[in-house]
């Protein structure tokens, strides 16, 4: 896992908050969905997806586009069938780059 990412995790009160692990890998998914689940004590894990890629470090997924749009369609359906509240993707990217200049300093 990222070290900003794993920092972000460590960081934040996850009890009651739904996390929806999921990973890219190059054919060997090694332990980053239990690595997070760790991280986020107290959240209810749902969803959980690897995607992965060819070993050789190129762009051809090997997950089916199928499997990565059916996943996309669990996520977005909430455990009573109602759509789920995801937050904008703007706003992860901003709590990424916040993150990750925070443990920029602590280097």
């Not at 934040?12 to 060997?28: M, R």
């Not at 980053?32 to 070993?55: M, P, W, Y």
């Amino acid at each position: 896992m990222a070290p900003a990412v794993r920092t972000f995790l460590s960081e934040h009160d996850w009890k009651g908050k739904t996390v929806i692990p999921f990973q890219t890998h190059g054919g060997w998914p090694g332990h980053v969905v239990e690595d997070i689940k760790t991280a986020c004590k107290g959240a209810k894990f749902v969803n959980e997806k690897a995607v992965q890629f060819d070993s050789t470090g190129g762009d051809e997924m090997i997950t089916s586009q199928k499997e990565v749009d059916n996943w996309i369609k669990q996520v977005e359906q909430d455990e009573d069938g109602s759509t789920r509240p995801l937050p904008y993707i703007s706003e992860m990217d901003q709590m990424i780059e916040e993150e990750y200049q925070r443990a920029k300093k602590r280097q």
